[in-house]
């Protein structure tokens, strides 16, 4: 979370910046607009036939031609700076908004984390009553599979799940080599979980297309870590009550 507050100030420190280049870049641009005009109207001013020659006419005229070009060349580029600068600040505004998007994520899944560790470290309670009080939520039972992810992780969550009143199964994501095993955690679950960053893209997808063809519910992780499984769940508890 600290690493992604900075970042976002870091981003909108660098946003603000352009911002400014983009101002200065817009202002080189009307100081060029008005120096074509200047010049324009100094081409005017200067052909006067009736008080200069045919051939000093045709000078000024070339030399007013080539401050013209000058400045149509400058204004180009500052007007391929300026769009530039605006896509910079298009893209940096984006990434700031994911990011803000991704701390608030980050929050709410240590929130939903800390209040099942506070309630499970409760003292004075027996264990049947601090099994009861311990839970966030109830499963009701509920059969639930996890593809992928950290083996070593998979008590932790094993755990979790049955304090609050469900089953679990899991299962390394290995296709190629398990697809039976595979198969048959998927048959046995209500809903499956599966990290998308601790699998195979091939797995997800393999995963994702058996619980559409057998109408289980597919809930896909941002992470593999217990405090992205402890939130998802809760959500997933709570629009299944909804």
């Known amino acids: 979370m600290a690493k992604l507050e900075q970042e976002v100030c870091t981003l909108r420190d660098k946003l603000e910046r352009q911002q400014i280049q983009h101002q200065k870049s817009q202002q080189q641009s009307s100081r060029l607009v008005m120096a074509q005009e200047k010049a324009l109207q100094s081409l005017r001013q200067q052909i006067r036939p009736d008080e200069n020659g ?24 500052a007007l391929k700076q300026l ?16 990011l803000v998007d991704q701390l608030l994520e980050t929050t709410q899944e240590r929130d939903a984390l800390e209040s099942t ?10 264990e049947d009553e601090h099994n ?11 059969k639930l599979a996890y593809v992928g992810g950290r083996t070593a992780l998979f008590p932790r969550l094993k755990s979790f799940v049955e304090a609050h009143n469900g089953q679990f199964y899991c299962h390394d994501g290995g296709i190629e080599d398990s ?6 955690c998927l048959s046995k679950a209500d809903m499956v979980f599966c990290p998308i960053d601790c699998v195979s893209h091939n797995a997800c997808l393999q995963v994702k297309k058996y619980c559409k063809r057998n109408s289980k519910r597919f809930v896909p ?6 405090a992205t499984f402890t939130h ?3 959500q997933s508890c709570e629009t299944s009550v909804e």
Do not use: M
């Open 54 to 77: 045919p051939s000093n006419v045709q000078k000024e005229l070339e030399s007013v031609r080539r401050k013209y070009h000058l400045v149509a060349r400058q204004k180009d580029w």
């Open 83 to 98: 769009q530039q600068r605006l896509t910079n600040i298009k893209r940096l505004e984006a990434r700031q908004e994911a």
């Open 117 to 126: 560790v506070e309630n499970l470290l409760q003292p004075g309670h027996s």
């Open 132 to 142: 009861r009080t311990a839970r966030v939520f109830d499963l009701n039972g509920r």
């Open 179 to 184: 697809h039976p095993e595979l198969c048959q």
């Open 221 to 226: 992780l941002r992470s593999a870590s217990l």
């Open 232 to 234: 998802q769940l809760k």
